[in-house]
Nanobody, 123 residues
Framework: QVQLVESGGGLVQAGDSLRLSCSVS????????MGWFRQAPGKEREFVAAISANGGRTYYADSVKGRFTISRDNAKNTVYLQANSLKPEDTAVYYC????????????????WGQGTQVTVSS
């Protein structure tokens, strides 16, 4: 059983930055590919970023390339999403997700999900 807890969301102005964290417990994060997804009101959950179990590969949605960076610290069982140059369209609940060994851009392939953390970007 794996527990994921996101933190770091908040209310910021356009152009500002946030660092989201996802703490993994129950199993070491080194066994899991990790992803960040987001969901805005009235919209489907969308892929944001993913990272392989060993951190060697990262993937980003076109909408966040160059602005967001996913990273992981397996010793701390934590995954991060550094979000820079935030835009109002980045406003959403951000979810951390985990899948065994592999990573994916498809939400349905992830087995474990956190509760989400709200990011609100004002203009």
């Amino acid at each position: 059983q794996v527990q994921l807890v996101e933190s770091g969301g908040g209310l910021v102005q356009a152009g500002d930055s946030l660092r989201l964290s996802c703490s993994v417990s129950g199993r070491t994060s080194s066994n899991y590919g990790m992803g960040w997804f987001r969901q805005a009101p009235g919209k489907e959950r969308e892929f944001v970023a993913a990272i392989s179990a060993n951190g060697g590969r990262t993937y980003y949605a076109d909408s966040v390339k160059g602005r967001f960076t996913i990273s992981r610290d397996n010793a701390k069982n934590t995954v991060y999403l550094q979000a820079n140059s935030l835009k109002p369209e980045d406003t959403a609940v951000y979810y951390c997700a985990a899948m065994f060994w592999a990573s994916s851009t498809y939400a349905h392939e992830y087995k474990y999900w956190g509760q989400g953390t709200q990011v609100t970007v004002s203009s």
